[in-house]
T-cell receptor, first 115, second 114 residues
Framework: AQSVTQPDIHITVSEGASLELRCNYSYGATPYLFWYVQSPGQGLQLLLKYFSGDTLVQGIKGFEAEFKRSQSSFNLRKPSVHWSDAAEYFC?????????????FGTGTKLQVIP | GAGVSQSPRYKVAKRGQDVALRCDPI?????LFWYQQALGQGPEFLTYFQNEAQLDKSGLPSDRFFAERPEGSVSTLKIQRTQQEDSAVYLC????????????FGPGTRLTVL
């Protein structure tokens, strides 16, 4: 069975600083990988996804992530954080079988942005 | 276009009561998923529908949990004889039906069992 580890429960960055959120996954085959963001009281919004091809994936809101098979990682990055980026971020891995994605989420990283 | 909607947004139940949570997926989406998100945790898969067929219910925590999607559109998650450990946010997601497609999530229903 697949699993996801997000080692950082909480991260604080200054507005304008760069950001990297870590994600490690465990899955026997080539994974489908996702990053979602959740603001308080809101549902999950997809930031980006990796299925195949280029290992550097561009997403919405200026986010990008890099798939590194050798490290089983899919870290999320943003060069300059905005106050509106404060939210909880979830990395997820999908096992595609039977025509659907059974998605397993990490426990999330809560991002605080300070002025 | 409208996204995934869920109702009610908040539900308070006394222990032992039955509850029903509704999900309206994006129109035309074949696949529908339910997840449970406990406080401070990531969402956990409960069950999956393809049209009206429930193809995977491996994540349902007990036989008190029951989900249906009788006409292949709206889905209802029912919890019988609620327990305090059922308190969580219940998220619904839908997708087009292709394996690689994105799951689009609703805002969730926050269930509190007293």
């Amino acid at each position: 069975a697949q699993s996801v580890t997000q080692p950082d429960i909480h991260i604080t960055v200054s507005e304008g600083a760069s950001l990297e959120l870590r994600c490690n996954y465990s899955y026997g085959a080539t994974p489908y990988l996702f990053w979602y963001v959740q603001s308080p009281g809101q549902g999950l919004q997809l930031l980006l996804k990796y299925f195949s091809g280029d290992t550097l994936v561009q997403g919405i809101k200026g986010f990008e992530a890099e798939f590194k098979r050798s490290q089983s990682s899919f870290n999320l990055r943003k060069p300059s954080v905005h106050w509106s980026d404060a939210a909880e971020y979830f990395c997820a891995v999908g096992a595609g079988s039977g025509g659907y994605q059974k998605v397993t989420f990490g426990t999330g990283t809560k991002l605080q942005v300070i002025p | 276009g409208a996204g995934v909607s869920q109702s009610p947004r908040y539900k308070v139940a006394k222990r032992g009561q039955d509850v029903a949570l509704r999900c309206d997926p994006i129109s035309g989406h074949v696949s529908l998923f339910w997840y449970q998100q406990a406080l401070g945790q990531g969402p956990e898969f409960l069950t999956y529908f393809q049209n009206e067929a429930q193809l995977d219910k491996s994540g349902l925590p007990s036989d008190r949990f029951f989900a249906e999607r009788p006409e292949g559109s709206v889905s209802t998650l029912k919890i019988q004889r609620t327990q305090q450990e059922d308190s969580a946010v219940y998220l619904c997601a839908s997708s087009s039906g292709l394996a690689a497609d994105t799951q689009y999530f609703g805002p969730g229903t926050r269930l509190t069992v007293l």
